[in-house]
């Protein structure tokens, strides 16, 4: 009997082009949707992974209570030993020494007297070891806005915004005014390479990048580092994996009262980021839920209509002796049909263009530009396993429910009166 | 009835003589502190919570308007110069080779990351200058018998707006002071020790500085050798001095 309906939904048109359109139609705008809020969500994730939280962060006690201080004076110390260790016990992950900072970046004249100064935050990164892990995390050679990445140390990264704020071009000379871990005032000497957009007003506003040991040098941290961020090999935040991660590290780093002694801070744990992402979820989730809901009704009614449309069919079949339960039955199975194709084919599309975006993203920088809080502003999808079947549950059993309401009518016929009909 | 008022008035004025008025201490503590210009080496030992550190300088200052110090040593510090004028600092960095000038909040602080001030560490004050005060009491410190003496500061600029001093009652030298904020918050302790008699007034030789605030177990601050009211050259405190 399948092969019989395929057939006929195959053949004539008139009767499955409609619905399977529609079909077509909601199941790719469920998959979008989907994929879309799966993206910005990610996006969200990663940039805050990738320029500040990591997937984790290791640093001292603490530091950790007041992170938002950037203390480096409570910075971790023996950052190699640590290092080493954290490499061997734990392969699946790449680490990244780092030092944040806060400063002011002073702007001398041709007499070296304070022409412009300005408030920074800054980041020592590994940038001049070879490894160009740290360069590609902060997306530093696409955000090269004037002059080149740092070659040389004693060369710094100022954002495009805040150079011209200070009216300093790449080739100048810049002093870093900060305090030392120990407390001291410090003066630091760096001549600017680069200015960098990195389409985040927040770090657009003022922020300086240099190679993490000249960084060491200024604040005299020798072999210090605030945090050390790690980051689950592919570098999607997997909260299972983190989740066996912390327990393993507690597990070499059991908890201690040294207030120095090295703890570890997920993703979650940061920033109010964890809020941020069950929230994210949540509206996500419900945003996803109301339009499946939408799409499940409009499909539904689809189903309605199909089931009216063909009311004179059915008392013509009924009339030639068609069982009720039969007539039924094909209804279902050709509305399952119509649902699968429907949905394979709106997956693909929704999949397809998912894909597209995933890999190109839809900028929106220019709307963007007074953020103050750091949002990406290149939105991609996330294609997720979830993505390949959301889109039947609208696609399928809405327009199969659909189809078995309106069929029910087909009961309440009387065959005596279906001639009269279809005279009428 | 008058033989009986003579003898109270001579009580009376007998007790005041031996009970000197706050400003009477006031100005003999300044006496023993204070002068026109001063010259010393320091040796500034700061506990930090993970290390300890010691920092050595060479200061000159005028009055409570100039002063001017050069740090001789760690290795790091060694060759940084400070010139404060009023209310103004410059800072020279030998490594940066640059001038910056701080003033306002800014002097209020940490040097070195010890527990003292911009203005710790360099100014002089007159303390009848800045404040009035009133005797609470007496107390002993380390065995020595000490008026207990409130200072209010009178002008709004002064960085502690209330403190508590304790005058050695023979010597009239602080040993013991607390620095409190306009809202009553103790902002810092000082301990005042080893008094010797230098050019013929009492002097502090340590003093040990504990800002409350901060972590750590406070800073030393040890006058190595120090000279009053000598003639300081008037280009030491100038700009030009600072890159010299």
Redesign the interface.
């Known amino acids: 009997m399948i092969r019989f309906l395929l057939k006929g939904i195959l053949r004539d048109k008139q009767r499955s082009l409609l619905p399977v359109v529609i079909v077509i139609i909601g199941v790719f705008l469920t998959v979008a949707l989907f994929c879309w809020l799966n993206g910005v969500l990610n996006d969200s994730i990663e940039l805050n992974a990738r320029f500040n939280a990591g997937h984790v962060k290791i640093m001292t006690a603490a530091y950790a209570k007041n992170v938002d201080q950037l203390p480096n004076d409570l910075a971790l110390t023996g950052v190699d030993t640590l290092l080493i260790r954290l490499k061997k016990e734990f392969p699946e992950m790449t680490w990244a020494e780092r030092i944040h900072f806060g400063g002011l970046i002073d702007a001398p004249d041709n007499k070296g007297e304070t022409r412009a100064q300005g408030p920074a935050m800054g980041f020592g990164i590994d940038l001049l070891s070879g490894d160009r892990s740290e360069t590609e995390r902060f997306n530093l050679e696409k955000s090269l806005r004037r002059g080149r990445l740092p070659l040389h140390h004693g060369e710094i990264l100022m954002s495009d915004d805040f150079s011209r704020k200070l009216k300093v071009n790449p080739g100048d000379t810049v002093t870093l005014i900060g305090s030392t871990m120990n407390g001291s005032m410090t003066m630091y000497n760096y001549t600017v390479c680069g200015t960098i957009v990195f389409g985040t007003g927040p770090m657009d506003q003022g922020s300086v990048i240099a190679d993490l040991e000249d960084i060491r040098n200024a604040l005299d941290m020798n072999n210090a580092a605030g945090e050390i961020v790690g980051y689950l090999a592919d570098n999607y935040y997997d909260e299972k994996k983190i989740g066996q991660f912390v327990t393993r590290f507690a597990g070499l780093y059991p908890a201690s009262k040294d207030e120095y002694a090295p703890v570890v801070v997920t993703l979650r744990q940061q920033n109010s980021l964890g809020q941020m992402i069950d929230q994210i979820k949540g509206l996500g989730g419900f945003a996803v839920f109301i339009f499946v809901l939408s799409m499940s009704l409009v499909l539904w009614n689809a189903g309605l209509l199909g089931g009216l449309r063909r009311y004179p069919e059915f008392g013509l079949r009924l009339a030639i002796g068609e069982d009720y339960s039969h007539i039924y039955s094909s209804m279902l199975y050709e509305s399952v049909l119509i649902g699968i194709i429907g949905s394979i084919i709106g997956t693909s599309i929704g999949l397809l263009a998912s894909l597209y975006m995933q890999h190109h993203g839809l900028d929106l920088s220019s709307m963007m530009k007074n953020a103050t809080i750091l949002m990406p502003t290149v939105f991609h999808t996330r294609i997720t396993p979830t993505a390949f079947y959301i889109g039947f549950i609208p696609g399928l059993f809405s327009t199969v429910i659909g189809t078995a309401l309106s069929g029910i009518g087909i009961y309440k016929r009387k065959t005596a009166q279906l001639f009269k009909e279809l005279e009428a | 009835m008058r033989k009986l008022v003579f003898p109270f008035l001579l009580m009376c004025i007998s007790i005041n003589a031996q009970n000197p008025s706050a400003k009477e201490i006031i100005e003999k503590v300044d006496k023993n502190m204070s002068a026109d210009s001063r010259v010393f080496t320091s040796k500034m030992i700061?506990h930090?919570p993970?290390?300890t550190?010691t920092v050595e300088s060479k200061s000159w200052s005028i009055g409570e308007k100039k002063s001017y110090t050069e740090y001789l040593s760690p290795a790091?510090?060694q060759g940084t110069k400070m010139l404060k004028l009023e209310d103004q600092l410059w800072?020279f960095?030998p490594?940066?080779?640059?001038?910056?000038?701080i003033s306002g909040h800014m002097l209020r602080?940490?040097?070195?990351?010890?527990d003292l001030s911009y203005e710790d560490m360099m100014e002089d004050p007159h303390l009848l200058n800045h404040y009035s005060g009133k005797v609470d009491g007496e107390e002993k410190i380390a065995e020595r018998n000490c008026w207990v003496i409130s200072l209010t500061a009178n002008t709004p600029e002064v960085a502690y707006q209330v403190q508590k001093v304790w005058v050695d009652k023979d010597r009239f030298i602080p040993l013991k002071k607390e620095l409190y904020a306009k809202s009553g918050l103790l902002l810092k302790k000082l301990e005042l020790s080893d008094v010797l008699q230098i050019q013929g007034r009492w002097f502090p030789k340590k003093m040990l500085f504990k800002d409350v605030l901060k972590e750590g177990d406070g800073t030393e601050f040890d006058i190595q050798d120090i000279e009053f009211n000598v003639k300081i050259p008037d280009y030491i405190f100038s700009k030009a001095s600072l890159k010299k």
Do not use: A, F, K, L
């Open positions: 700061i930090n993970r290390n550190r790091r510090e800072i960095s490594s940066t080779d640059r001038i910056i000038q602080q940490s040097v070195m990351g010890s």
